[in-house]
């Protein structure tokens, strides 16, 4: 089975070919537009990205594909009111990662809960159907600074619960046992 | 007491008339630029709206205030992973403000919690000083259908903790009390 990912990023490619063995995952070519995100909600947006990508796959007569999978994630922080949310990709553009994760802490109230959760929906067209979604979720807590080189964007920040590592500490493995991503992943599979 | 208040919204400026007595509010002057608000955190949004405001009303020449007000607010839906949230303007916008509640209703999963809550941030930057936040907040649920015409934007859906009415249902003053935007103006005047 051979899927478009509607996705430059590397991070979410890497857990992709992890969380999807067997599929031939075929990466958005460089020489692609960008993939317009400018929804309200991860479903929106996760719907949006699918949806322009396989339009434009589409129209390009390249190899075909059985479908187009298309991520729409983030970090809903309860003490920043659910922030950065569906915004996660836009807070703080420019800076390096890191400085972002740092910046991210800096917002936190003084003395505020840490509860976070980390959200990922995926967006499914198959060839010649209609799309769906699937979504998965994982309850945890920021840490007080950016811990481990593991996993991607946020990673470092996110302690999820039950654990005492962030992600960017724990394994894939046991990452992708856990995560929003994984578990959407798994639903993505089981509907399929 | 002269403020300028960095708002065309016309549901807030009548709430600050009532929640600021004894301040005479300038509304934002409709020959004036839009402010722009396109930060991931209502605090930011807030501060990006004061600031933008003050820098442009002191360009202007026009009659001196005391400071410039700036509201950012929005409501977070626990099931739709804290949207609308910052996003709350920017939801749906072209739809009169009924089909956009009905639209923000038809996106609630079956059988979801129907918690939210409604979140207020005020910028003040007063002449020659720095700028300060204030916030409040309301716990809350979505009604099953929007109900009663008072208030704005989104209160026909929202049911304050305690009560049964929406807060299109329930008067000012009861909204007043209980609202996200009366405890941050209040919380605003205790600091004055």
Redesign the interface.
């Known amino acids: 089975m051979r899927i478009l990912l509607a996705s430059r990023n590397a991070g979410k490619l890497r857990e992709f070919e992890a969380l999807l063995p067997g599929v031939e995952l075929v990466p958005w070519p460089a020489e692609a537009p960008d993939i317009p995100e400018d929804g ?4 929106d947006n996760a719907l949006q990205k699918a949806t322009f990508a396989q339009a434009w796959w589409a129209g390009q007569g390249a190899v075909p594909v059985d479908g187009v999978l298309a991520d729409d994630s ?1 970090l ?1 922080v309860d003490a ?8 996660s990709a ?3 553009q420019g800076l390096a990662q890191d400085a972002k994760n740092r910046k991210l802490l800096a ?1 936190m109230p003084e003395g505020a809960a840490r509860t976070a ?1 980390f ?1 990922c929906v995926l967006a499914w067209v198959p060839r010649g159907g209609a799309a769906r979604t699937f979504s998965g ?1 994982v309850e945890g807590a920021l840490a007080l600074e950016p811990r481990g080189a593991g996993g991607f964007g946020y990673d470092p920040l996110f302690v999820p619960e039950g654990h005492a590592a962030t992600f960017g500490e724990l394994g894939p493995e046991v990452k992708h046992a856990l995560s929003h991503r994984g578990r959407a992943a798994r639903a993505f599979l089981a509907g399929l």
């Not at 309200?40 to 479903?43: D, H, K, S, V």
């Not at 920043?80 to 915004?87: E, F, I, R, S, T």
Request: proline share 5%.
């Open positions: 309200a909600f991860f479903q983030g809903c920043l009111w659910g922030g950065p949310g569906v915004l836009r807070f703080a917002l959760r959200v979720s």
